[in-house]
């Protein structure tokens, strides 16, 4: 399993320098890890890929977008513009104040 986050690790960050506007959003970054891992999925209905994950190969969106927070703040040249970024503070102080 270790190396499994690995693979995703090493893939998301691959997609984030390669192709800035994933660095903004998830959704994106999913679709591209989609295209990466699991060729040809992208063109099977959303629901076949989001029950099937694991036959497929693929980690959860949960996975990718705690990956990508993850390396935005270990890598300053990797983060989302600054609109994004202050959206996403937002959102968070929000959901801690909702949820604390």
């Known amino acids: ?13 691959n997609i984030l320098e390669l192709n800035p506007a994933t660095r903004n959003s998830d959704n994106l970054l999913y679709l ?3 295209e990466r891992i699991g060729k040809g999925n992208t063109h099977k209905p959303i629901e076949e890929i989001l029950l099937n994950l694991e036959e497929l190969g693929l980690p959860c969106f949960e996975t990718v977008r705690r990956t990508r927070q993850k390396l935005q703040a270990e890598n300053p ?3 989302a513009c ?17 949820f604390a």
């Open 77 to 79: 040249k990797l983060a």
């Open 82 to 98: 600054d609109m994004v970024q202050d959206y996403r503070s937002e959102r968070e102080e929000k959901y801690r104040k909702e």
């Open 32 to 34: 591209e890890v989609i």
């Open 1 to 13: 399993m270790k190396s499994e986050f690995k693979q995703t690790r090493q893939i998301v960050k």
